[in-house]
């Protein structure tokens, strides 16, 4: 990956960075200003990626270039244009094939991750590298300091707290490659993460480890800003869609770990109803050994029970596997979210308290200090961030949840289908007269 | 025949017990399912049964209603009992109108009593179970109690049923303490009891763990015997685990129900998806709810698979029967061996058998000639009673086995039509189970697609 400048992609819009006016410069307000002054280098790394891949609908400026908050805005129009079909996506990441790696310290997993994309980024059109999950932690902690204004999706629990799991079964592995997968994948979605240098070698790097090492000090400008950010500050007052949102979030964890106990408790209430089964179904045969003209229906009823024993369990895995990771990755989203959210009261804060000081010392106006003014900047800049992340997290949220539930309601469908299929078929069996002797 | 005596006991329908003659008449009426007639040939003698018109017209008999009732028992202490209406309804033709003719009120006690006389005085009969005193292979949600209005129904139904058996058995149907069981409300206890059929019961045939060692036995009614202690076992193994089953089934459905609450509550935080997450709710409920119903139905199949667990006993009690006459015939017929031994020794002089009176006669010395004579006089009048008597029995034994097996022959014809509805009664429930499920997830499927 190189460093310098970007060079413009064919498919971009007609204005090269080049042409677009210090985000900085001029006036701090929320609205787009025009500005001549050339981008600075490290601004470049920041604005660049987001900028470059803009599809523009009508052609033309990106509209408001001049605050940071015009990223935003672009980042709104964008969205549409990512939830269109592929042909507009230029990066596919998949997580598949786990294997188990065997070594006298310990033993892993490792998935393979293949990335196809002709974005300029990349020096190669597709890249196949191994990863375990050590490596998609580093990432998502770099992530999470680099991008500390975005929302970082979760990746699934470290640890496995039910000590009964096997790490290495079959259905434990297979639940966290389709997490991993998700995870990839919603960073590929988001038109500024999916940019990120980390991001980039995490998919490419032949040795990861060795990059690791290097400490990699490619933050972005917001994240060294943030990063400094001293806590300790008090909150005047949090804007009321802000507010909301912690609102909501709260709720919302707490009715998805409602949610999580219910679904729990019918896998467990549904696992000890197929106990029962399995014994039930077996009396039937047992009955059918002692009679004559009622043997081939007694043992028709136990086959039949035998069926509808195999759907259930059928039914338990599949929700186990598919339907409860997706919920507890979703509470822990909305943990992340909440640090975020109390990192941007942090920025507030600090900028609220730097202007009540200014404020006091009563110099002269209307020249507001630079470091006050940057300050708010990095206030804005969050917000924006933050708003935007936010109304994407909600849509994907519809998405993820419809798709879920929906699932879930297919699951109980077929196993419904399975049994009924089943009682259907016996019912000529019962009734067939038995020729006289 | 024997004169007739005013004992009504005698003045019933035949009983294999009687002697030989009627009895090739009553089996003709065996054989002849239809209940709606008694030939005249087949009633003994007594014209003052003008009662025997009664089985002229075809009847229908329903336990319609049930009641709680207080009254003083033997003990004079207030005791709480249900009461059962017993209707009897008369049917002049095929699809005419039904006149009520007979309507009493009877309580548990008196369907037993009537139930431990029929098997008394019909034991090669298997006579049809009564419903369960208390409630067993209850389920958690069922209650165990006995007032519980959910068990006075099924029971209410379960002596119905009990009724309508006996109206229908060729043989019991003729019964007359079962047509004054119908008819007579007061008084009718005594009736029964002046029958004497207490003094005629068996008690070993209570004594169900006593071994009697029979040489003998017709192997059908030992093979039968231990098939109703299979059937006993396995159809107690089924209720039990249908019990454990429908408890979970009911803990799946009921947990369901928490969903509908917290997505109502969660619908209230959404802009968008709240109306598709709400509805989702209801059908959430709606599926909760539904389990109510459904084990309900299922209750019918396990009173079904119940009345097949106790007729096993009454199954048993048969062979049971003819295991203890054939007990008793063995037991004559070794008694008689043994005198008839006793008086040839005597006679010739011998001594080969062991006997009391042999020994002392060693030691004390022997008896006189005329002792002797006198001895294998009343031997000899033993030996020839025995005669009579094992002949008797003889026969008795075998019209027992052939009047059983006639029955018995009948009974599985029965059993096996009637289990085989069952089966069929629950593989719809099971079905309509389904049915009902792919519809509310379907709707709730519907409902999440809105989200």
């Known amino acids: 990956m190189s460093g310098g400048l970007p060079k413009a992609l064919p498919s971009t819009g007609p204005h090269s960075l080049r042409d677009m006016p210090h985000p900085l410069a001029g006036s701090s307000s929320e609205e787009a200003v025009g500005g001549d002054s050339t981008p600075s280098p490290d601004l470049l790394l920041a604005r660049s990626f987001a900028d470059k891949d803009l599809i523009l609908p009508n052609g033309g400026t990106p509209a408001g270039t001049s605050s940071p908050a015009s990223s935003s805005s672009l980042l709104n129009r964008l969205q549409l244009d990512d939830d269109l079909d592929g042909e507009t996506r230029d990066l596919f990441v998949t997580v598949d094939d786990p294997k188990k790696h065997v070594c006298t310290m310990e033993t892993y997993i490792t998935y393979r991750i293949t990335t196809k994309s002709t974005r300029v980024e990349f020096d190669l059109p597709e890249y196949s590298v191994r990863r375990r999950y050590q490596d998609f932690d580093w990432l998502r902690n770099k992530l999470e300091e680099s991008q500390p204004t975005h929302l970082i999706p979760p990746l699934p629990e470290k640890f496995v707290v039910k000590g009964v799991v096997d790490r290495f079964s079959e259905e434990f592995v297979e639940t966290r490659r389709k997490a991993l997968d998700k995870f990839l994948k919603r960073i590929t979605d988001h038109p500024v993460l999916s940019f990120n240098e980390h991001f980039n070698v995490f998919l490419t790097a032949k040795d990861l480890n060795a990059h690791k090492k290097q400490g990699m000090a490619l933050l972005t400008r917001m994240g060294e800003s943030v990063k400094h950010v001293t806590g300790g500050y008090k909150l005047r007052s949090r804007p009321l869609e802000f507010a909301a949102i912690g609102e909501y979030l709260d709720t919302f964890a707490l009715k998805l770990g409602t949610i999580d106990r219910i679904a729990q408790r019918i896998i467990k209430e549904e696992i000890e109803y197929l106990v029962e089964l399995r014994e039930y179904g077996p009396v039937y045969s047992t009955w059918s050994a002692l009679e004559g003209e009622l043997a081939e229906p007694l043992e028709g009823v136990s086959a039949c029970i035998g069926n509808c024993s195999t759907a259930l369990e059928e039914l338990t895995d599949d929700m186990t596997e598919d339907f409860l990771p997706v919920l507890r990755e979703y509470v822990l989203y909305s943990d992340s979210m909440k640090n975020v959210l109390k990192k941007r009261d942090q920025v507030q804060a600090e900028y609220e308290a730097k202007l009540e000081a200014v404020a006091l010392r009563k110099e002269d106006r209307p020249k507001v200090p630079a470091d006050v003014e940057k300050c708010q900047d990095r206030m804005e800049c969050f917000n924006a961030d933050l708003k935007a992340d936010m109304e994407r997290w909600q849509n994907n949220k519809r998405q993820d949840f419809r798709q879920l539930l929906m699932g879930m309601a297919d699951k109980n469908i077929q196993y419904y289908e399975k049994c009924l299929t089943a009682w259907e078929s016996i019912i000529p069996l019962l009734q067939e007269r038995q020729e006289a002797k | 025949m024997e004169p007739a005596t005013p004992d009504l006991g005698r003045l019933l329908q035949p009983s294999p017990l009687e002697p030989l003659g009627h009895t090739d008449a009553g089996l003709e009426a065996v054989v002849d399912e239809d209940a709606e007639g008694v030939r005249d040939e087949d009633v003994p003698g007594d014209q003052t049964m003008t009662e025997n018109n009664f089985w002229l017209k075809k009847i229908e008999i329903s336990v319609s209603e049930a009641e709680k009732r207080t009254g003083r028992n033997a003990m004079n202490m207030q005791e709480t009992y249900t009461a059962y209406l017993i209707e009897t309804r008369s049917v002049e033709h095929i699809d005419g109108p039904s006149v009520l003719t007979d309507s009493l009120w009877r309580r548990y006690s008196e369907f037993e009593l009537l139930r431990n006389y029929l098997l008394v005085y019909y034991p090669h009969v298997v006579v049809p179970p009564l419903p369960e005193k208390r409630a067993e292979f209850v389920w958690h949600k069922l209650s165990a109690d006995n ?56 008690s070993r045939l209570k004594a169900l763990n006593a071994t009697f060692r029979v040489k003998n036995p017709d192997k059908r009614f030992t093979e039968l015997k231990h098939y109703s202690d299979e059937l006993q076992s396995v159809i107690s193994h089924l209720l039990r685990v249908r019990a454990r089953v429908a408890d979970r089934l009911y803990g799946v459905y009921k947990v369901h129900g928490n969903y509908g609450r917290v997505f109502s509550e969660w619908s209230a935080i959404e802009k968008e998806m709240g109306d598709g997450l709400q509805s989702a709710g209801h059908h959430m409920d709606v599926y909760a709810s539904s389990i109510d119903d459904i084990l309900e139905d299922e209750e019918h199949y396990a009173d079904q698979l119940k009345e097949y667990l106790f007729y096993a006993e ?87 086995v052939k009047n059983a097996w006639a029955d018995i022959e009948r009974f599985k014809e029965q059993k096996n039509r009637d289990l085989k509805e069952a089966l069929i009664s629950y593989a719809v429930m099971q079905i309509s189970m389904c049915k009902k499920g792919i519809q509310v997830w379907t709707n709730a499927k519907e409902c999440f697609s809105k989200m």
């Open chain 2, 147 to 202: 007032m519980d209005p959910d068990f006075v129904e099924r029971r209410r139904i379960g002596l119905e049923n009990f009724l309508l058996r006996i109206a229908s058995h060729p043989i019991l149907c003729r019964d007359k303490i079962f047509y004054l069981f119908l008819t007579q409300e007061g008084n009718w206890k005594e009736t029964v009891y002046e029958t004497g059929f207490q003094l005629k019961a068996d």
């Open chain 2, 314 to 400: 009454a199954l048993r009690a048969v062979c049971r029967k003819h295991e203890l006459m054939q007990y008793d015939l063995e037991m004559a017929a070794q008694d008689l061996a043994s005198k008839k031994q006793q008086c040839e020794e005597l006679a010739t002089g011998t001594v080969r058998t062991f006997s009391l009176k042999g020994m002392t006669t060693k030691l004390f010395g022997q008896e006189t000639p005329e002792q002797r004579e006198a001895r294998i006089k009343v031997l000899e009048e033993q030996i020839s009673e025995g005669e009579q008597q094992l002949k008797s029995k003889n026969l008795e034994g075998r019209e027992f």
